[in-house]
Antibody
Framework: QVQLQESGPGLVKPSQTLSLTCTVS????????WSWIRQHPGKGLEWIGH???????YYNPSLKSRLTMSVDTSKNHFSLNLSSVTAADTAVYFC??????????WGQGTPVTVSS | EVVMTQSPGTLSVSPGERATLSCRAS??????LAWYQQKPGQAPRLLIY???TRATGIPARFSGSGSGTEFTLTISSLQSADFAVYYC????????FGGGTKVEIK
């Protein structure tokens, strides 16, 4: 059974960079797309981006200028860096495995608050 | 951007009854539509993809239909575990989600 676990700081200061890692267990990161999705408090879902195990990325156009995703197949994990954060980036961040842009395995989500 | 509109915002249903949830796309997305169920404090769970194909392990009481711009998720005979928020998601043109429909106990 594939499992995903997000990790990273729960509090980030405005203007700084939000960095999260998703570790995949129970299966290989190779051969799949991997994604970040976020959910603002009490709101719906927002796709952040995909990364293929080879490193090819697809970013939400609205976040593209601030977003970097990377993958480390040797550690079976992938990462998210979102720069110049504001309070609007406060959300629960989920990592997930994508197949044809639908997500069949998800992490439990990690809350991130942007505040000084 | 493809805008996804779900209706109603909240649906009150008694256990054992049928629930019909709607999702409309602002432009044709063929059958590139998925449905997810989310319970409080949990990640979404994939129910349906390709507008009508149930994901692995999803009970037959969940069914999806539609194509183009109009889609429906039907839950026949609601169980207590089915009270949750449901989201539609298009993946025809990048990815966007609907705002969700909350299915609550009547």
């Amino acid at each position: 059974q594939v499992q995903l676990q997000e990790s990273g700081p729960g509090l980030v200061k405005p203007s700084q960079t939000l960095s999260l890692t998703c570790t995949v267990s129970g299966g290989s990161i190779s051969g799949y797309y991997w994604s970040w999705i976020r959910q603002h408090p009490g709101k719906g879902l927002e796709w952040i981006g995909h990364i293929y195990y080879s490193g090819i990325t697809y970013y939400n156009p609205s976040l593209k200028s601030r977003l970097t995703m990377s993958v480390d197949t040797s550690k079976n994990h992938f990462s998210l860096n979102l720069s110049s954060v504001t309070a609007a980036d406060t959300a629960v961040y989920f990592c997930a495995r994508a197949q044809l842009s639908v997500w069949d395995y998800w992490g439990q989500g990690t809350p991130v608050t942007v505040s000084s | 951007e493809v805008v996804m509109t779900q209706s109603p915002g909240t649906l009150s249903v008694s256990p054992g009854e049928r629930a019909t949830l709607s999702c409309r796309a602002s432009q044709s997305i063929s059958d590139n539509l998925a449905w997810y169920q989310q319970k409080p404090g949990q990640a979404p769970r994939l129910l349906i993809y390709g507008a009508s194909t149930r994901a692995t392990g999803i009970p037959a009481r969940f069914s999806g239909s539609g194509s183009g711009t109009e889609f429906t998720l039907t839950i026949s005979s609601l169980q207590s575990a089915d009270f949750a928020v449901y989201y539609c998601q298009q993946y025809d043109d990048w990815v966007t989600f609907g705002g969700g429909t909350k299915v609550e106990i009547k």
